[in-house]
């Protein structure tokens, strides 16, 4: 019995060890065609929010501004999707100011239906539990980002390299609801906006936050954000959202393939044309 | 609970530790353990189906004692109908109720009658058919003498709801495993270790070929009505695949776990897509379930047909050849139907009848044939027609198995017979992953096919043996499918 034991439990360290190696060969560099292609794209801008970067101005983003800011690979862009939440955004953001002290701006491109991007979304366990959530993050997260785990305990299960390879099955923190409250900020956002902020501030670097263009049915439909509006203004949030409605571009319904991200043809000239939107000033 | 599940992964550690370091000086106190594993393992489904498992193994233990204190034959016979009238009006009622009721309805209109009835909607309990079939052959083996009844309750109960085949087999007979509950068991480490091993594999049947093949046959079956031929082709083919990996996987997990707690269950398959013919495929797919078909219902048949013709030929064919075909055709009309309330597993079954008896009375010419033309038994070329053969007259019958209906099924066929079988089919990515590690598996099966499991390698050297294991595992987490896919035996 002690020997069968034994030799188990030697077969699952030993399992855990490879396991490890491959993680921490496979995960931060190669292309791991294992891991889905959405996956491994916010692997990628982990990595690439550690390297040195050619530019005073940063991108974070959703996958909206990753269309357009990410088109032709720009280095300088760390644009990702909306599920990394704003604590992702946050953590990529740290990232290259630490490793880029020339950094003097720091500009958050979100549509307003996703720069609100709660915890409780399906996608988000895949792009920021296991992506994020490492021994090196750690510091990063607060008791805030513990109590939505709390909510989800095998969260907790992917703190180490190695487990984040083993399929320890999806979680779905929206436990299959479908998204609401779409045009009000997010506990999780709000959190994690004032943290981005006093990161800036701390090293002083300005933070802008500008908006993709945005489908016109939304403007109708939310009646020009009055709701998030007024949260902001509530909230004395204003100093961070400046201009930010105020420069949205609406767009007919035509130029998007799913109401939310820009179809191929308008892309090309959309990047072109990013600084006609106003929507960036390029240091 | 499922096999392939995190639920199952820390359920097993748990109840393995406690059977061996906590209860293993009594053996009473093991039994109990496993009763309650059982029923937590079995009610994790659905707890209020436990009270069917309960009260089926509550009369067969008291029918037992009972038949065998009766000495009268017709009391020992209404013993046996009371037992035969609990267990199948429970499976009658949740499995075939509504299909019945369909059918008298679909048979009355057919001839311009209207017949009205009311279906339910029931709940189909998992596992219903193998723990029916399990209790029926004890109450069966003591009517006919084969076997003394048991008075330990808890060992009765136990192996009744014995978790690892509660719910998808093997169906074991008392015979071999009511004894196994009644005597101590010691812990074997040749026994576990390998039962260790075969749970790796039925694992990887299940996870990596089972479940993978899945997710494209089931697109592929959800949208036929669409697809050219060769696509069909494939995804039948692969069907043959998953249906293999699904129910050998099961049936080698539910028999290592068996392993580690001492237990041997009766082995199940046996590379069954090497066969050379119809006959073989059946020794060696679900042979719980064939041998059951052929101990309590073929060779009883049989046997009443050939007494029924009391000449040595009827209709100038041997009474043997009468038992025979009559056997086999109402053995395989309610094996088919044994596999799910729908004329699809009715069909199913005929067909395989059909294969039998062809394959049965072409036996004598066709050897004939091959000793004329000199071809030896062995001939690897024969060998390997035979085999392509046999799996392709499988792999027909299962495109009935596992279509929606009858009519997708012909409509399947006539597509594949069509000239779009000739069209380029459309395969996605995972499809090709699927196809390599099917490759891979009927290689590796081939090469071990002589063996009780594919991963009985205990002989080969520690580093390739432990290499291959971690091989194995590996190609598990990269390629599996973790969506926690149910078995397709459970809807049995």
Redesign the interface.
Known sequence: ?K??LI??IL?FV??FI??ST?ANLVIPSGKPA?LSEQWYNVYERIVRSKKKIDSKTIYIGDSVADQIFNFKKTRNSLTCNAAILMAGHYILTYNAIENNPQIETVVLVSVPQEINTKFERKQVYNNFTLPFFTFENLKHFDSFLYSKFDQFPRSYLVLPMASK?????DIDYAQGKKRSDRDILSDVSIHYLLKLNDLCVANNIELKIISPPVSEKLYKKTNNWKKMRTQIRELNLDYLFVDYFKNIRYLSEDKFKDGLHLKRRYLQESFLDRYKFNMIEEK | MLFNSIEFAIFLPIVFVLYWFVTNKNLKLQNILLLVASYVFYGWWDWRFLSLVFVSSLVDYIIGINIEKTEKKLNRKILLFASLFVNLGFLGFFKYYNFFVDSFIDAFSFFGMQFQARTLNIVLPVGISFYTFQTLSYTLDIYKHRLKPTEDIIAFFSFVSFFPQLVAGPIERASNLLPQFTKKRKFDLLQAKDGMRQILWGLFKKIVIADNAATFVNEIFEKSDTMPGSTLFIAAILFAFQIYGDFSGYSDIAIGTARLFGFKLMRNFAFPYFSKDMAEFWRTWHISLSTWLRDYLFLPTAYWTMNKIKNPKFLSIKAEVWGYVVGISFTWFLGGLWHGAKWTFVLWGCLHGLYLVVSHITKKFRKKTLRKLKIKKKNPVLVFIQTIGTFFLVTIAWVLFRAENVGQAFSIFNTILSESFFETPNLKGKVLLSGIFIIFLVVFEYIQRKKEHALEIQKWNLIFRWSFYFFVLFIGVFFGNFNEVEFIYFQF
């Open positions: 019995m020997i069968f030799k188990i077969f030993l399992a490879i396991l491959i294992i390879m083993l399929p320890l099955s």
